[in-house]
């Protein structure tokens, strides 16, 4: 079964600070990971994925991630965030075979003070 | 402007009563996700549909809620006999493929039962 896990909750900034957003995965095959966005009352944005190739994966508006294998890693990072950065993160697995699901972990809900 | 549109946005209803929303697909996507997302921000798989076709669905899903996606058409989410337990925020999502594709999301739709 597969588990996807943000430890932060919440993570506070201020604009211009970098960022890191945590996400932690367990699954024993090979796995499709993704990011997204969901601004308050709104759906859910696709920020970037991985599935095989280059570990660290560009996203829209200057995100990127960081894939291990190790590390059962797939941390989100910005380097200079924007107010309008602030948001709730959803970190997703899903099995590259059977299930289609995506399996969402807690959020991480971003707070970017101007 | 996200390109899975969703309509109702906001849905009231009484325990009881059903509760029907709708959702057109990103052009050219054939496969379509429900999901719903509680207040906790814990997501729940519905249902999946590749073309008309039911892919997958979880045993709520058989019991009090229906769906379709005909062709031409809007596809459907409705709950039979609403209960309170199922307030939340129906979100839909389209794909081009069902494995290791992005995914669009709508803005959704918020049902509260009372």
């Known amino acids: 079964t597969q588990t996807v896990s943000q430890s932060d909750a919440h993570v506070t900034v201020f604009e211009g600070d970098s960022v890191e957003l945590r996400c932690n995965y367990s699954?024993?095959?090979?796995?499709?990971l993704s990011w997204y966005i969901q601004h308050h009352g709104r759906g859910l944005q696709f920020l970037l994925k991985y599935y095989s190739g280059n570990p660290v994966v560009q996203g829209v508006n200057g995100f990127k991630a960081e894939f291990s294998k190790s590390d059962s890693s797939f941390h989100l990072r910005k380097a200079s965030v924007h107010w309008s950065d602030s948001a709730v993160y959803f970190c997703a697995v899903s099995a590259s075979s059977g299930s289609w699901q995506l399996i969402f972990g807690s959020g991480t809900q971003l707070t970017v003070m101007p | 402007n996200s390109k899975v549109i969703q309509t109702p946005r906001y849905l009231v209803k009484g325990q009881g009563q059903k509760a029907k929303m709708r959702c057109i697909p990103e052009?050219?996507?054939?496969?379509v996700f429900w999901y719903q997302q509680n207040k906790n921000n814990e997501f729940k798989f519905l249902i999946n549909?590749?073309?008309?076709?039911?892919?997958?669905q979880i045993d709520m899903t058989e019991k009090r809620f229906s769906a379709e996606c005909p062709s031409n058409s809007p596809c459907s989410l409705e709950i039979q006999s609403s209960e309170a337990g199922d307030s939340a925020l129906y979100l839909c999502a389209s794909s081009l493929r069902g494995q290791n594709s992005d995914y669009t999301f709508g803005s959704g739709t918020r049902l509260l039962v009372i």
């Open positions: 699954y024993g095959g090979s796995i499709y």
């Open positions: 052009k050219g996507h054939p496969v």
């Open positions: 549909f590749q073309n008309q076709e039911v892919l997958q």
